[in-house]
């Protein structure tokens, strides 16, 4: 019989309207140690030539011209903070001609904490920004240094207080955690050093090590050696207790956030809903299809500027693929998944073994992982996928 999962969002006709858009901006100072991004380093950015060739992206994927109504707006990096307060401003002008934002659309600037400064928040404000996410992964400038950050950890609070005091209280923090242990980190003190700011929301991710990254170089050379699975899971579990005992929702396997705080543009990835993506290894997916940009700048530039489609490659979903994808993304989230018929949610061996070692909880037909579920999350949606398409 087979075991199907309800969907965790409507499937529109794959025609239908991304109401989500995300921008990648990929310019940075320098490349940080673990960071395996499509990046563009660059000591001056060359604003104008970017958003033009972003604006004919946008003319070239959407050739009717019609104003897109949208719900989210993320730009992400890279460093989207180095395009400044007049290269944001210019750049929400230019899309404003292509989109039209809803009534409290959320409009996200990923920032180093370096390029925030009074003058640049406020102008971000004033051109639209209402919500900054602030890549600061420590406090400790040992760890900042090792991690070849541009900033400080005083920079931090200034970027925060800078922010607040131009009104954008929207405000997020990214830390990294299971950092090796010769680092001698703190991580107890750095989620407090981040709760004492206050801000809206954090992201907590793990310190994963990349190939052909500095890091990974290291690691081969000896020189560095990975924290064992033990301090990723002793990290994993104080920051979910220290939130939670903080006020903060644990409500994906890496966010946190204060009630009504959500990332309400990430979340659209985790519904699974439509997203438009713009700009050097963007992906866009409608529901159905799934196509990514080319990843180097000048691989895009290049063929924005010939007319040409920068996409680089595209996949299909099959109705296999989706229900694995709904499957890892709703376990992914504390809304977790529907499971049909209800009894098999109530009533099955596999699941009363996850129930049991405090992996899961069920409510009525949802089943939803514990922060020790996520622990094992690849493992445990691998299970359910398997159950999914065998039962
Ligand atoms: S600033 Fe962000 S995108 Fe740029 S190199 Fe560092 S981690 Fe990567």
Known sequence: MPYPLSELAP?????????????????????????????????????????????????????????RAIDTLYFGGGTPSLLGGDGVARLLDRLRARFRFDDGAEVTLEANPDDVSPESARAWRA????????GAQSFDARVLAWMHRTHDAAQIARAVWAARAAGIENLSLDLIFALPSSLGRDWRDDVHRALDLEPAHLSLYGLTIEP????????????????????????????????????????????????????????????????????PSAHSFDTLRRRWNARELAAWSRRVAAGGDPVEDHEVLTGDNRNTERIYLGLRTNHGVEIAPPALAADHEMLDRWVAAGWAMREGSRLRLTPRG??????????????????
């Open 11 to 67: 499937t529109p006709a794959p025609n239908a309207l991304p109401r989500h858009v995300y921008v990648h901006v990929p310019f940075c100072r320098r490349r940080c140690t673990y960071c395996d991004f499509a990046i563009a380093v660059r000591r001056s950015v060359p604003v104008a030539a970017f958003i033009d060739s972003l604006a004919h992206e946008i003319d070239l994927r959407y050739p009717d011209r019609a104003p």
């Open 212 to 279: 052909a990254t500095p890091l990974a170089r290291w690691r081969d050379r000896q020189l560095m050696h990975e924290a064992p699975d033990d301090v990723y899971e002793r990290d994993f579990l104080l920051a979910d207790e220290t939130l939670a005992a903080a006020g903060f929702e644990h409500y994906e396997v890496s966010n946190y956030a204060r009630p009504g705080s959500r990332a309400r543009h990430n979340s659209s990835y985790w519904r699974h809903l439509a997203y438009d993506g713009f700009g």
């Open 374 to 391: 996520w622990l094992r999350l690849d493992t445990l949606a691998t299970d359910l996928t398997a159950l999914s398409s065998h039962s």
């Open 127 to 134: 051109a639209g920004i209402n919500r900054l996410s602030i």
